[in-house]
């Protein structure tokens, strides 16, 4: 196993200037960007394997590439809320912030129950990260109650009108992904009803919200073999319309 130091100059290896300018237009200091790109990221994180010892030890070196990376080969079942709360508490962008949630907390279970805690915090990367797992466990979690579906609904009706953008889009994101699972929540017109109310808000965040979220809810349709449903403006949900007519 190859040390931190070891890693982290293979990441200093693989950076680029032009990668690294982007890394910046997302909020990260450049004083913390090393330029590598994801797909790299991600076949080190393979090579490496999930190693909850160097997955610490990269998150503390303040790297962005080697939080990208400490993500990915961190344990999930090692992750205490504790843990998850400073990490999250370093996060200064959204590609963490997601890589985060759909890389190791959505296989951490104890994140569910805490959530609602997340999603009141101020913070706007700590919010997001709430609704960012709300999405995750719309797309990955099928066994989950209908009755969570709904608590989920009430935390978006809650915190719609924050109109940070990395926030407001973090909730129509959870709001749609909700509604695509019909077949597994029965929820889809509580999903369209309080995306209407929100549209019609003298809030202009919960306007922007519920209006993008429309966008994708006033549009859905099933594809055969298929759960979850899907845009009638995809390829896919364009076929299955045409069938239907």
């Not at 999930?50 to 962005?64: F, V």
């Not at 993500?71 to 090692?78: Q, W």
């Not at 709904?150 to 129509?172: C, F, W």
Request: proline share 4%; net charge positive.
């Amino acid at each position: 196993m190859p040390t931190v130091q070891q890693i982290i100059q293979q990441l200093r290896v693989y950076g680029s200037e032009e990668h690294r300018a982007s890394k910046a237009r997302l909020g990260v200091p450049l004083t913390s960007a090393l330029g590598v790109p994801l797909p790299v990221i991600r076949q080190m994180g393979k090579e490496l394997g999930r190693n909850q010892k160097l997955a610490l030890a990269l998150w503390q070196s303040g790297l962005h590439e080697a939080r990208l990376l400490a993500a990915l080969v961190a344990e999930p079942d090692k992750m205490t809320v504790e843990l998850i709360d400073e990490w999250l508490s370093d996060v200064v962008s959204w590609d963490l912030c997601d890589h985060l949630c759909n890389n190791l907390l959505v296989e951490a279970p104890l994140c569910w129950p805490h959530i609602p805690a997340w999603a009141k915090d101020e913070r706007e990367f700590v919010r997001r990260a709430a609704f960012a797992l709300i999405c995750n466990l719309s797309i990955h979690q099928t066994q989950a109650e209908k009755a969570l579906v709904k608590e989920h609904l009430k935390l978006i009706r809650r915190y719609a009108h924050d109109g940070r953008n990395y926030v407001k889009k973090a909730v129509s994101w959870a709001l749609r992904e909700i509604g695509k699972r019909e077949a597994d929540f029965g929820v889809l017109a509580e999903a369209r009803a309080l995306a209407e109310e929100l549209a019609k808000s003298k809030n202009a965040a919960e306007r922007w919200v519920g209006n993008d979220a429309l966008k994708e809810l006033a549009a859905l349709t099933s594809v055969p073999g298929r759960k979850r449903l899907v845009s009638n403006k995809t390829k896919s949900g364009a076929q299955a319309m045409r069938k239907l007519k």
